[in-house]
Each structure stands twice: as C-alpha cells, then as structure tokens.
C-alpha cells in the first residue's frame, strides 16, 4: 500500500473513531471533581532540613455511568515515593487503559510529567484516553496552582503535546542541536530551513558560556515552536507522520498558557464528561 493510501485509510479511521467518541460521551453522567488534601512531605540525606505543603489531589473519578461503560481514574502515591503519583484509567472490570507518573515539586512551583502511556491497542484510534490522562493532570496542575507543567516529549509525541499549549523549553545541547538538525533536513517549509542553518553556523561557543548558550537555546525553543505550528496547520491530523521528528525534548505548559486558553481546555472537559472548569 503507498504512503497516500495508508495516510487515507488513518483519516477515514480517524473520524469514524470521533463519531465513536461522540456517542460514548452523549451516555456519560456527567459528576463533579471532587478533590482532597494531600501531603507532599520531603527530608533530605542528612535530615536537617525538611519542606511538608498540603497538596491538592482529585478523588477517583468515574466517567461513562450512563448506558456506555464505565471508566475509572485514580490518583494514588506512586511505589511510596515521595514526590512521585501516578494516575491511572481502568475499565470497570479493572483492565488498565493507560496511566501517566506525575513528580510534583511545590518548592520548584513545578510538576513534572515522567511518562505518559496507552495500551498500544488504544492508540491513534480515537479512544482519546492519552487526552483523558493529559487533562487530569492539568487538573492537578491548576488545583495546586503550579506555573508550570514540564515534560521530556518523546520524539511521536512532540505534536500530541503542542495540542495541549505544550511548547519547545530545552535547554540540553545535544537535544538542541538535533532540534536544529531536523528543521533544516525538512525541505516543505525553505524559509524555516533557511533560519536553522542560521543558528547551526553559528559560532560555536564551549559548554560553559552560559550566557551564548542559553540565547541560542532560547532561538532554537522559538524556531522549533514556529516549525510546529506549521506542520500542524497544515495537517493536524498527520503531522507526525509528514513531520516527524527524530530525537525527542522538553517541553512545557505553563500557567500562563493554561489560563490564556481556558475556554479550550474547559470545551475539552465538556467533550470528555468531565465536570470541572478553570
């Protein structure tokens, strides 16, 4: 089958799983998020000196108690580790769906998002569960009022996310110059190619100048978003298959994002049963 053909047969896929998700959420009981105090508590190595805040954490949440099946999220401490919970979204017969770990840091005024994953059976099928477990965590986000929520994107991933206001934040050298690399490779978009060969012929500054790093780091993060919006707006629905790519980064949202686009995130929460606002 050729390249065209597989990427029709992915966009007929696709909506027929939309219509899908339509219909299940037309069954769902919509419920509040109900939230409880939780305590983040940390002792360092020689335990003279400590940091404990009351955390907020949303109780289990039930979604689809209409005529669809139910589904299930929790949020519970994560292998006892202090700063580490994870999310999780199960059937009611118990069967895990997908799950994201959460670091959540209050001295930072962070939380970090250490892996996000769906069942393979689940994924690009419209089921929207990735989505789902990208909205609680936001939820954990606004209630505790972090400024931001930060990840290391892997590199299939790096559009779901800029879906969510997720943007380029990377800072690592490496990463930087293969964020660089694969802009100037992409032949559909000359005048992007044309300002990452820019920065790559650049000067080439040691490690340790911070200061030239750091304002090359900053022009790469604002290329790399650039490039993003256009692979998306030219197809949302493919453009990790026309644009891939190669090495993954990290990202973040912050709050300013987040309360900049309210009305899209809270249109999403309606989408998915959710009743919570920001």
């Not at 597989?6 to 896929?13: P, V």
């Not at 580490?84 to 017969?93: L, N, S, V, Y």
């Not at 990840?151 to 490496?174: C, G, I, M, R, T």
């Amino acid at each position: 089958m050729s390249g065209c053909a597989i990427r029709t047969a992915r966009h007929f896929l696709c909506k027929m799983a939309k219509l899908n998700f339509t219909v299940f959420v037309q069954c769902m009981k919509v419920v509040p998020v109900k939230f409880s105090e939780g305590l983040y508590s940390f002792k360092n190595s020689d335990w003279k000196s400590s940091l404990t805040r009351d955390i907020k954490l949303f109780e289990p949440y039930t979604l689809g108690t209409g005529m669809s099946e139910s589904m299930n999220v929790t949020l519970k401490r994560y292998q006892n580790i202090y700063d580490k919970w994870k999310i999780e979204i199960r059937k009611a017969g118990g069967k895990v769906l997908g799950r994201e770990i959460l670091k959540m840091n209050p001295a930072l005024d962070e939380i970090k998002g250490e892996t996000i994953e769906v069942r393979p059976e689940y994924r690009q099928k419209g089921y929207r569960y990735g989505e789902l477990l990208r909205l609680f965590s936001i939820i954990e986000m606004n209630e505790n009022k972090y400024s931001k929520l930060n990840l290391y994107s892997l590199p299939e991933a790096v559009y779901f996310h800029s879906k969510y206001f997720f943007e380029p934040d990377n800072y690592y050298l490496p990463e930087r110059d293969m964020m660089l690399k694969t802009i100037s490779l992409d032949s559909d978009f000359p005048e992007l190619v044309s300002l990452a060969e820019e920065l790559i012929n650049r000067p080439h500054y040691s490690p340790e100048d911070e200061v030239h790093q750091n304002e090359l780091s900053v022009q790469t993060n604002k290329l790399t978003k650039q490039y993003i919006t256009r692979a998306l707006e030219e197809d949302r629905e493919l453009a990790y298959l026309k644009h891939p790519f190669k090495y993954g980064f990290t990202m973040s949202l912050t709050r300013e994002k987040l309360l900049n686009n309210k009305e899209y995130f809270n249109n999403l929460f309606e989408q998915h049963g959710i009743d919570y606002r920001i």
